[in-house]
């Protein structure tokens, strides 16, 4: 059974720094893509980064493009998505997920398992 279990949300300011884990078991961790997505109240769920089973092949959205990085520990079965210079606009819950395959997709249905979520909410 897969699981995939985010941690590092919280309430932060405008400007501040947080790191979100995404710590997953029961299936061959380095052997796939991962990826962070996220969902703002009453928008859609939106891509944010990917990562290829390596660590060699990054991608992220615009929007998050200088200010997050995607990185992972293969021998810790997790992904981490530094985040930068938080903004308002910031706040939505954080998903990590594992692919379908070992290449970093963008599209949500690449991806084949999915963690509960966490919170990161930016106050201004």
């Known amino acids: 059974q897969v699981q995939l279990v985010e941690s590092g949300g919280g309430l932060v300011q405008a400007g501040a720094s947080l790191r979100l884990s995404c710590v997953a078991s029961?299936?061959?961790?380095?052997?796939?893509?991962m990826g962070w997505f996220r969902q703002a109240p009453g928008k859609e769920r939106e891509f944010v980064a990917t990562?290829?089973?390596?660590?060699?092949?990054?991608y992220y959205a615009n929007s998050v493009k200088g200010r997050f990085t995607i990185s992972r520990d293969n021998a810790k079965n997790t992904v981490y998505l530094q985040i930068n210079s938080l903004k308002p606009e910031d706040t939505a819950v954080y998903y990590c997920?594992?692919?379908?395959?070992?290449?970093?997709?963008?599209?949500?249905?690449?991806?084949?398992?999915w963690g509960q979520g966490t919170q990161v909410t930016v106050s201004s």
């Open positions: 990562i290829s089973w390596s660590g060699d092949s990054t």
């Open positions: 029961g299936r061959t961790f380095s052997s796939y893509a």
């Open positions: 997920a594992q692919g379908l395959i070992a290449a970093p997709r963008v599209l949500a249905s690449a991806y084949a398992y």
